[in-house]
């Protein structure tokens, strides 16, 4: 993936990041400073492969900012044998009955919601890590700041 050592975010971020027990963690650093590589590791981190269902999940506030994040966790998570990502966004339509078999969900707001309140595909009582990418814009959404705040909770 091109790097040589961990930029100021991720040497902060890391290690409260990979802790034993998980730490929470509110980071802020300009764009293309690695804030994503840190968080997507940290996810990788925590799945066990041998689950069948979603332990990681990070919202987005838009489609192509969770096309984007699943694209990096797709290229950190190739040697992560088994480790699987789904996208929970417009258009990504689940047959009903059907259950969620990917260790990572990245969607958006409204997509996640529904999958989680209305058609019951992700437990999130099984959530081992939670992101929310681009929290700035997040709240500043209308809607997006009660839809994440629900998740969350």
Known sequence: MGFN??????????PMMLAHPPQNLIAQSQSGTGKTAAFVLAMLSRVNALNLFPQCLCLAPI??????T????????????DVQVMYAIRGNQIPRGADITKQIVIGTPG????W??????????KIRVFVLDEA???IDTQGFADQSIRIQR
Do not use: H, N, W
């Open 63 to 68: 489609y192509e900012l969770a096309l984007q």
């Open 5 to 14: 050592r961990p930029s100021k975010i991720q040497e902060m971020a890391l």
């Open 70 to 81: 699943g694209r990096v966790v797709e290229r950190m998570g190739k040697f992560c044998v």
């Open 116 to 125: 989680c309140f209305k058609r019951k595909l992700i437990d999130l009582t």
């Open 136 to 138: 700035d814009v997040m």
């Open 111 to 114: 997509t996640v919601l529904d």
